[in-house]
């Protein structure tokens, strides 16, 4: 049996401590769609001065089967400085029976090392154990201090779907004599709700009995379903920084004279590597030669250190070096065009496949990643520097249709990145396909990626050309490959294009019909399974917008003449539209297939009218072609 490592969730230690929790008690409500069930999240935090912030913690959670394991971990994440003390766990079994107990001593201390070879400050204390028998419960609960009040946590009911909750609890005790703000944001389909109560002073917010949320298709991300209540101090610390954010503008000039002057610092050999560039021409050219010089010459690797590992390496640090995170590779090109006398801002963003944005009017940190956004007569120029083979001016998947914190010397602005149309995340395919008697095809084909669609094929740009062959095969499994070859792909980093060229034979592609041969229109296409779902409870995304164009262009086999083709389709739907239409000549046949669909949040009501849709495109696709001998 598998170790495993628990994770504790925000809680007080001090109630229920005599309670066993017997899985017999857990509501069935609770246990329909869960892999686990928080019996109990209980956290207070006592905000004792603008530098010192207490938490204490206590969650209780049933796993109820081996998929659970990964969702009760006792964990607890710290920086150099923080007080770790009262550290307990006790595992009990399905009756509430003690199985075993554990103290600090217990616990294992490591590396926060989530992301690879990286350098950190962050480290993690964390419990080894396995499971026997199935359920079981982790009583979990610690008491952790440190200095650094600008991260007061949201308060939600569960991160992750197959996850249910029995009572939370969060309490603020704040001793400081600053503001606190706060802000519920209610789940805008009503999923569950949250409580509120201040008594003296002390805010206390509370779920009960939320069930779990069932892991179905093109589900939206939970915290996109759940309420939350976010938190800040008007006044704060970071790692003896302290700051202002009772704004967007005070915040925005604490960060830009706290976190980045210290490290806006050019060289003379950063000002010789700029003039060695001899730029000329527009600023669109400038930056783009600057932007593909960097890419050339770093690469990623992640670095938490600098206050509260918030802000950058130096920059002669990443030219020395060659590498550095996204703060450190967006300050040092920042530089680089400071040199140039190009000005640009630092942007920090929400990075996730599906979107989330700054609520303009809750200030408070946040963000996991950095880009780069230069302002233009024509417009925004934006630079992701994280990657060595993205195209100039590209944002991926996740990073657009979303909003920034663009920071600047007079704070900070809320700017939207770009939001990409189905026609610019396009996918096109070229094929010229022989059919043989035997069944078998051989062809070649013509392959093009843009927008988000281009971000998917830039995994090929890593590959040696056996793995691209092999990538290839994979992704198409919808085909019975004997052999492919991928040839002549190209990352067009100016025009954010890949593009390649296939050659290809496939078995069993025909059926045969006494003299004849029948065959499916469209030979390449995305075989996703669609179920219809009476029963959906919550809404359906579609996370990206895309439009593909096809042509297949059918050879015969000598002696053969098109029997049958079906009759051209058009469909349209609110959720996009599909076309295929047949052309016969002496050669054989011409198919021309596009399909277009729309990204967006749909009502659960309409889940099944989706399914309809993409069950259709999915049946055309397949529509056979019938061939004759002569």
Same mark, same amino acid.
């Given at each position: 049996?598998? %170790?495993?490592?628990?994770?504790?969730?925000?809680?007080?230690?001090?109630?229920?401590?005599?309670? +066993?929790?017997?899985?017999?008690?857990?509501?069935?409500? =609770?246990?329909? #769609?869960?892999?686990?069930?928080?019996?109990?999240?209980?956290?207070?935090?006592?905000?004792?001065?603008?530098?010192?912030?207490?938490?204490?913690?206590? !969650?209780?959670? +049933?796993?109820?089967?081996?998929?659970?394991?990964?969702?009760?971990?006792?964990? @607890?994440?710290?920086?150099?400085?923080?007080?770790?003390?009262?550290?307990?766990?006790?595992?009990?079994?399905?009756?509430?029976?003690?199985?075993?107990?554990?103290?600090?001593?217990?616990?294992?201390?490591?590396?926060?090392? !989530?992301?690879?070879?990286?350098?950190?400050?962050? *480290?993690?204390?964390?419990?080894?154990?396995?499971?026997?028998?199935?359920?079981? +419960?982790?009583?979990?609960?610690?008491?952790?201090?440190?200095?650094?009040?600008?991260?007061?946590?949201?308060?939600?009911?569960?991160?992750?779907? #197959?996850?249910?909750?029995?009572?939370?609890?969060?309490?603020?005790?704040?001793?400081?004599?600053?503001?606190?703000?706060?802000?519920?944001?209610?789940?805008?389909?009503?999923? !569950? $709700?949250?409580?509120?109560?201040?008594?003296?002073?002390?805010?206390?917010?509370?779920?009960?009995?939320?069930?779990?949320?069932?892991?179905?298709?093109?589900?939206?991300?939970?915290?996109?379903?759940?309420?939350?209540?976010?938190?800040?101090?008007?006044?704060?610390?970071?790692?003896?920084?302290?700051?202002?954010?009772?704004?967007?503008?005070?915040?925005?000039?604490?960060?830009?004279?706290?976190?980045?002057?210290?490290?806006?610092?050019?060289?003379?050999?950063?000002?010789?590597?700029?003039?060695?560039?001899?730029?000329?021409?527009? !600023?669109?050219?400038?930056? %783009?030669?600057?932007?593909?010089?960097?890419?050339?010459? +770093? *690469?990623?690797?992640?670095?938490?250190?600098?206050?509260?590992?918030?802000?950058?390496?130096?920059?002669?640090?990443?030219?020395?070096?060659?590498?550095?995170?996204?703060?450190?590779?967006?300050?040092?090109?920042?530089?680089?065009?400071?040199?140039?006398?190009?000005?640009?801002?630092?942007?920090?963003?929400?990075?996730?496949?599906?979107?989330? $944005?700054?609520?303009?009017?809750?200030? %408070?940190?946040?963000?996991?990643?950095?880009?780069?956004? /230069?302002?233009?007569?024509?417009?925004?120029?934006? =630079? &992701?520097?994280?990657?060595?083979?993205?195209?100039?001016?590209?944002?991926?998947?996740?990073?657009?249709?979303?909003?920034?914190?663009?920071?600047?010397? #007079?704070?900070?602005?809320?700017?939207?990145?770009?939001?990409?149309?189905?026609?610019?995340?396009?996918?096109?395919?070229?094929?010229?396909?022989?059919?043989?008697?035997?069944?078998?095809?051989?062809?070649?084909?013509?392959?093009?990626?843009?927008?988000?669609?281009?971000?998917?094929?830039?995994?090929?740009?890593?590959?040696?050309?056996?793995?691209?062959?092999?990538?290839?095969?994979?992704?198409?499994?919808? =085909?019975?490959? &004997?052999?492919?070859?991928?040839?002549?792909?190209?990352?067009?980093?100016?025009?954010?294009?890949?593009?390649?060229?296939?050659?290809?034979?496939?078995?069993?592609?025909?059926?045969?019909?006494?003299?004849?041969?029948?065959?499916?229109?469209?030979?390449?296409?995305?075989?996703?399974?669609?179920?219809?779902?009476?029963?959906?409870? =919550?809404?359906?995304? @579609?996370?990206?917008?895309?439009?593909?164009?096809?042509?297949?262009?059918?050879?015969?086999?000598?002696?053969?003449?098109?029997?049958?083709?079906?009759?051209?389709?058009?469909?349209? $739907?609110?959720?996009?539209?599909? %076309?295929?239409?047949?052309?016969?000549?002496?050669?054989?046949?011409? /198919?021309? *297939?596009?399909?277009?669909?729309?990204?967006?949040?749909?009502?659960?009501?309409?889940?099944?009218?989706?399914?309809?849709?993409?069950?259709?495109?999915?049946?055309?696709?397949?529509?056979?072609?019938?061939?004759?001998?002569?």
């Amino acid at each position: 049996m598998m %170790k495993m490592f628990f994770l504790g969730a925000l809680s007080t230690a001090s109630l229920y401590f005599a309670q +066993t929790y017997p899985a017999s008690a857990i509501p069935e409500n =609770l246990k329909k #769609n869960a892999n686990v069930v928080v019996r109990k999240d209980f956290t207070t935090i006592n905000i004792n001065k603008i530098d010192e912030v207490k938490y204490q913690i206590n !969650t209780v959670t +049933t796993v109820l089967n081996k998929d659970g394991n990964s969702k009760a971990i006792a964990y @607890i994440p710290y920086e150099k400085g923080d007080h770790i003390s009262d550290i307990k766990a006790t595992v009990y079994d399905e009756q509430g029976k003690k199985v075993k107990s554990f103290s600090k001593s217990d616990f294992g201390d490591f590396a926060n090392n !989530t992301q690879g070879v990286f350098y950190s400050n962050s *480290r993690v204390l964390a419990l080894s154990y396995t499971p026997t028998q199935y359920p079981y +419960t982790i009583d979990f609960s610690y008491q952790i201090t440190n200095e650094n009040t600008v991260f007061i946590p949201d308060f939600v009911p569960f991160s992750s779907t #197959n996850t249910s909750l029995e009572d939370a609890q969060f309490k603020i005790i704040n001793k400081s004599g600053i503001e606190l703000k706060t802000k519920t944001y209610p789940s805008k389909y009503n999923y !569950t $709700s949250v409580t509120e109560s201040d008594n003296a002073g002390e805010k206390t917010f509370s779920y009960k009995n939320v069930p779990a949320i069932v892991d179905a298709l093109m589900l939206p991300k939970p915290v996109k379903i759940l309420p939350k209540v976010s938190f800040a101090l008007t006044k704060f610390n970071l790692e003896g920084k302290q700051g202002n954010v009772s704004s967007w503008k005070d915040f925005g000039s604490w960060y830009y004279n706290s976190i980045l002057q210290p490290v806006s610092v050019s060289t003379p050999a950063i000002k010789a590597e700029v003039a060695a560039l001899n730029l000329q021409g527009t !600023t669109e050219e400038k930056v %783009k030669k600057i932007y593909q010089h960097m890419q050339a010459k +770093t *690469r990623y690797i992640f670095v938490a250190l600098g206050i509260g590992g918030w802000q950058p390496m130096l920059p002669d640090e990443v030219q020395k070096k060659g590498y550095g995170d996204c703060k450190g590779l967006t300050n040092y090109m920042k530089t680089l065009l400071d040199e140039a006398g190009i000005p640009s801002n630092y942007c920090v963003i929400n990075s996730n496949a599906s979107e989330v $944005s700054f609520d303009p009017e809750f200030p %408070k940190m946040g963000g996991n990643h950095v880009i780069l956004m /230069v302002p233009t007569d024509k417009g925004s120029i934006w =630079l &992701e520097n994280t990657s060595q083979q993205m195209a100039f001016n590209h944002l991926s998947y996740s990073t657009t249709d979303r909003n920034v914190l663009s920071v600047t010397k #007079n704070g900070i602005d809320i700017i939207e990145t770009p939001s990409y149309k189905a026609e610019q995340n396009k996918e096109s395919q070229k094929l010229n396909i022989k059919l043989n008697e035997d069944n078998s095809i051989n062809g070649d084909g013509k392959f093009a990626y843009t927008g988000s669609q281009y971000d998917y094929s830039l995994g090929f740009a890593y590959m040696s050309p056996k793995e691209k062959n092999d990538a290839f095969k994979d992704r198409i499994d919808i =085909l019975n490959f &004997e052999k492919v070859e991928m040839k002549n792909y190209t990352n067009d980093r100016d025009k954010a294009v890949s593009n390649f060229d296939i050659d290809f034979k496939a078995n069993n592609y025909s059926k045969s019909m006494g003299s004849s041969l029948m065959f499916r229109a469209v030979p390449i296409y995305a075989n996703n399974f669609y179920k219809s779902d009476e029963s959906r409870e =919550l809404p359906f995304e @579609i996370r990206q917008s895309f439009n593909d164009e096809y042509e297949i262009n059918y050879a015969l086999p000598k002696n053969y003449k098109v029997d049958e083709v079906p009759e051209d389709v058009m469909i349209n $739907s609110e959720f996009g539209t599909y %076309k295929l239409s047949f052309v016969k000549n002496d050669e054989g046949v011409k /198919v021309t *297939r596009s399909i277009k669909v729309n990204k967006g949040i749909f009502p659960k009501e309409k889940y099944n009218d989706y399914v309809s849709f993409r069950k259709k495109t999915l049946n055309n696709d397949n529509s056979k072609i019938l061939i004759t001998k002569i």
